[in-house]
């Protein structure tokens, strides 16, 4: 019989339960014990929802109270220095590592200060997780047995669980050496974490787990020959102690040229993502044994459209004609981790359009179709394959995709639509004397704390109990408010805090026709971040202006630059759920042109400051880098296109997160951007060095404290970041600026960690 399996699920409830338990314990309103005791209750629902739809096989351990792969850093023990001399629980240490954490000493224990761990992209997707940390002394152990712990609650209440794992090559892989062991390369911890692996497993197969999930995800990219013989070592080592059965999963893109590194490797089963790369169905085939299991991700784990059941079905009965339906599983391409909770709760799409969508609850449903018509016959589920095809013809023959006034504009992009009028030094020379900035200037990445009084009132307005004359003083007042701070304080070009957005990306899909958007799509970012991703659905273009209002006023309040604050064509494109049907091409040049017209009327409105980031250029590079190429031409045409029409005197700003610029630093150049920020406070030197070794001559400024958490920066502190960054950027262009955006701070926070940056760049003026 053919199995329907989820290879996991979202974490954070319907409604967001976990997120609002989170920062209420965080904030000291609930005890940790209130905060274990949602989660639990969170796990059991949705293993009970998962298995309702009919499927067979639902994951564990795939909840975290923050990240899956900070879970398995501090069950294995790889807590660096920095934490363990606190003697924290376990639960602060876990928290602390993933936020930071700033306290004040009392009667019964001593102060803390520590920052958490970088905060990377998980591959190309929209999740971020906490990079492990690895180090010459790290001895690996059992700190907890969260897997274990959560398959037997599962147990308890009556549901068989197939526990989920990050395996080990990939966790050592997309770890990093600490400051103090330079040169250690983390996959030469191998021979010393595996018996940890081990022993957890064997505590999984005496708990009754018949199967267990190993993901090694790494396994879709181009790997150095030591990574790639690891998993042998690895895996021949795991099957020799005693364990449950071991599906190795892989998803996000193609083996391709690991796929001998798979073959015969001694698991039971191997899942392989046909969503991405339908093209290696026949070769991952043709590597099995005569009893391993395939585990076909036919489901798209990462986008909302539904998926075409007539093709899925035919796609798994090929397989198992080929290698028999009692060794066929039905998958997820990955985890759903990356789609929103349900579809039911969007009351506001409309109904046509309603039908296109499958989020979590409803894939895991077409996972339980898939296997049921293969298995039993089509007929058994004739209903619901019927609606599928409609919905399917529905989305073909409907006129929204389609707008031929776009195509045309299109059409007529010419090659000077991507430049600029004049080369940089030019520039550079008019924005000096337009904008009389001092050395060092000082800036914000652009948002401010987004307090609960202005999520009540954005609430308030949606439900029509604040007018829009009333929100619009409302949001006018906000913005007052973060002028007169940034005056006060010293900073040099200011922004308006974007108190009208919720979102950087949601907020702009909200203003684009061809875009739809969702009352309760949250989808994880990072911690108890969460974000609902605008749906591209048709051809996208601008009706209206949609920041010049706010940017107008906040410049009217001061006679310093007001930075006028874009997202960008790559990043709305990859923060949105993106059409299947046409070319991510197309949709970032339809993207660039909305903006473009944006760009033109603030600069029209007197806005000489204008930042359009595009922190998922770099993290939206394709995993193989043979595919770079066509994917940086047209990424970086966007932006240019976005950005090139306005005059010299005019400042383009770019920002971007999580970044190694090393390998494409020539297409950072290309954007020709006047300055660029970035997130870095957590990073070494290395990144920065790419600017000196690729002799950059636009501005910069490298982020010199870390927004994520919410502790403060000192003076020194500050100085001390500036004194290495002008090791490798000249003087002249260096500017100070926090990581990102403010928005997920306090306000108390944000003021002293400012005021301490403006204080800092005045002492760099006298270095």
Known sequence: MVTSTVLGFPRMGPNRELKKALEAHWAGKISEADLLATAKDLRLKHWKLQ?????????????????????????FNVIPERYTKFKLSTTETFFAMGRGLQ?????????????????????????????????????????????????????????????????????????????????????????????????????????????????????????????????????????????????????????????????????????????????????????????????????????????????????????????????????????????????????????????????????????????????????????????????????KASNFATVQAVRERQSKVTGDDYKRKSPFPT??????????????????????????????????????????EEYEKFIEREI?????????????????????????????????????????????????????????????SRPNPMTVKESKYAQSLTDKPMKGMLTGPVTLLRWSFPRDDAPDALQAEQLALA???????????????????EPALREGLPLRKADWAPYLDWAVKAFQ????????RTQIHSHFCYSDFNDIFDSIKALDADVTTIENSKSDMKLLKAFKNGNYEAWVGPGVYDIHSPRVPSVEEIVERAKEMLEVIPRDLLWINPDCGLKTRGWAETKAALINLVEAAKECRKL
């Not at 998993?231 to 449950?244: F, I, M, N, V």
């Not at 590597?287 to 489901?299: E, H, K, M």
């Not at 979102?503 to 739809?516: A, K, N, P, T, V």
């Not at 903006?595 to 400051?609: P, S």
Request: net charge negative; hydrophobic share 40%.
């Open 51 to 75: 298995k309702e739809q009919g499927v067979d096989v639902v994951a564990s351990n795939d909840f975290s109270l923050y990240d899956h792969v900070l879970d398995h850093s501090v069950m």
């Open 103 to 395: 306290r004040a000493a009392t009667e019964s224990a001593s102060a803390v200060d520590v920052t958490s761990q970088e905060m990377v992209k998980w591959f190309d997707s929209n999740y971020h997780f906490m990079r492990p940390e690895f180090s010459n002394k790290t001895e690996f152990k059992l700190n907890t047995t969260k897997p274990v712990d959560e398959y037997l609650e599962a147990k308890a209440a009556g549901i068989a669980t197939r526990p989920v794992l990050l395996g080990p090559v990939s966790f050592l892989y997309l770890g990093k050496a600490t400051k103090d062991s330079t040169g250690l390369e983390t996959i030469s911890l191998l021979e010393k974490l595996l018996p940890v692996y081990q022993e957890l497993l064997g505590k999984l197969a005496e708990a009754g787990a018949e199967w267990v999930q190993i993901d090694e995800p790494i396994l879709v990219f181009d790997l150095p020959e030591n990574v790639r013989a690891a998993y042998k070592k690895a895996y021949e080592a795991l099957a020799s102690a005693t364990k449950p059965k071991i599906m190795f999963a892989t998803y996000f893109g193609e083996l391709g040229s690991n796929l001998d590194v798979v073959k015969g490797l001694p698991v039971e089963g191997i899942h392989v993502d046909l969503v991405r790369a339908p093209q290696q169905l026949d070769s991952v085939l043709d590597i099995l044994n005569d009893t391993q299991v395939f585990s076909a991700g036919v489901v798209n784990g990462r986008n909302i459209w539904k998926t075409n059941l007539e093709e899925a079905v035919a796609t798994v009965q090929k397989i198992a004609q080929k290698i028999g339906a009692e060794r066929v599983n039905v998958a997820g391409s990955s985890s759903f981790l990356h789609t929103p909770h349900t579809l039911e709760s969007e009351t506001k799409l409309p109904e046509d359009v309603k039908q296109w969508f499958a989020f979590a609850k409803e894939k895991v449903r077409e996972l339980a179709v898939i296997a049921k018509a293969v298995a039993q016959g089509p007929a058994e589920v004739r209903e619901e394959l019927e609606a599928n095809k409609k919905a399917m013809d529905a989305r």
């Open 427 to 468: 520039r550079k020379e008019v924005q000096k004397e337009k904008l009389n900035l001092p050395e060092f200037p000082t800036t914000t990445i652009g948002s401010f704390p987004q307090t609960k009084e202005i999520r009540v009132a954005r609430q308030k307005h949606t439900k029509g109990e604040l007018s829009p």
């Open 480 to 540: 007052q408010e973060v002028v007169k701070f940034q005056e006060e304080c010293g900073l040099d070009v200011l922004v308006h805090g974007e108190p009208e957005r919720s979102d950087m990306s949601e907020y702009f899909g909200q203003r684009l026709d061809g875009i739809l958007f969702t009352v309760n799509g949250w989808v994880q970012s990072y911690g108890s971040r969460c974000v609902r991703p605008p749906i591209i659905a048709g051809d996208i």
């Open 595 to 613: 903006l473009r017209d944006e760009v033109l009327d603030l600069e029209a409105a007197g806005i000489y400051v204008i930042q359009v980031d």
């Open 641 to 648: 296109l976005s950005t090139a029409g306005v005059e010299d």
